[in-house]
C-alpha cells in the first residue's frame, strides 16, 4: 500500500455568468479517491465580480472514511441563477455543476496487451501509471486490446482488473494516483491503421 497522507482537499468550481442566448449550462466533474485514506472534499463556489475581484463562498463537503471499498461513490450539485439588467432587458442566466468522488484503489502498474483475431497475444507493454503515450498505434495484425491494471486494495492486497478495447475504439482511458489520494484520469488515443479489419467490434 502507497503511504500517503491524511488530507483534506478543495475542489473549486467556478459559476460564470453565462452570455445572452446561453441562459442555461450544465457541467459535470468527476474524481477518483484512493480507499483508506480519509478525507473531507470541500466543494466552495469560486466568483468574480464586475472589478474582477475574485472571491469564495461557503460550500459543503464530501466526507469519505478510511474503509470505503473500490466502487463506493459520493455526489454533490452545485447550482446558481443570476439576474442580470443589460440595457433595460432582464435576462436571467442558470447554471448547475454535478460533482461525483468515486473510491478506486491505487493504480501500481498498466499493461496494454496487443491480440490477434485468434486471441493470440501479439505484443504487451507495461507502463508506470500516468506515463502512457498520448497517441498508440496497434501492430497491424492486433484485433483488439486489452488493459491490464495492477492495483493496491487498503488494507495491502492486490488485485486486477481488464478492459477490452475493439477496432472501433478511438481512444482508452486509465488511472493514476497523486501523492494527496486523488486518482487522476489519463487518455491515450488509439490510432488504428486500415489493415486492422477483422478485429472484435463494439468492445467498450
Known amino acids: 500500500m502507497c503511504a500517503v497522507r491524511r488530507t483534506k482537499v478543495s475542489a473549486t468550481v467556478i459559476l460564470a455568468f453565462l452570455q445572452a442566448k446561453k441562459n ?8 477518483w479517491s484512493r480507499p483508506k485514506v ?5 466543494v466552495n463556489p469560486v ?5 474582477g475581484r475574485v472571491y469564495v463562498t461557503t460550500g459543503s463537503g464530501i466526507t469519505q472514511s478510511g474503509d470505503m471499498a473500490e466502487g463506493a461513490r459520493f455526489s454533490t450539485k452545485l447550482e446558481e441563477t443570476t439576474t442580470v439588467t443589460d440595457n433595460g432587458e432582464r ?7 454535478d460533482i461525483s468522488v468515486e473510491v478506486i484503489n ?14 493470440k497475444l501479439l505484443l504487451r507493454t507495461a507502463y508506470q501509471p500516468g ?18 491494471t495492477l492495483k493496491r486494495g487498503g488494507t495491502g492486497e492486490s488485485a486486477v482488473t481488464r478492459e477490452l478495447y475493439g477496432i472501433d475504439s478511438t481512444s482508452l482511458a486509465t488511472y493514476y494516483a497523486r501523492e494527496d489520494g486523488i486518482c487522476l484520469e489519463q ?6 491503421e486500415s489493415s486492422h479489419g477483422h478485429g472484435i467490434e463494439a468492445l467498450t
Open 38 to 42: 480519509p478525507k473531507t472534499f470541500f
Open 187 to 192: 487518455w491515450t488515443t488509439l490510432i488504428w
Open 131 to 148: 506515463t502512457l503515450p498520448e497517441e498508440l498505434v496497434p501492430e497491424p495484425d492486433t484485433a483488439y486490446l486489452i488493459v491490464e
Open 91 to 97: 435576462r436571467t442566466a442558470a447554471a448547475s455543476v
Open 106 to 119: 491505487t493504480p501500481e502498474n498498466v499493461s496494454i496487451l496487443q491480440m490477434d483475431a485468434e486471441s
Open 24 to 31: 442555461e449550462s450544465r457541467w459535470k466533474e468527476r474524481y
Open 47 to 51: 466568483f468574480q465580480d464586475a472589478q
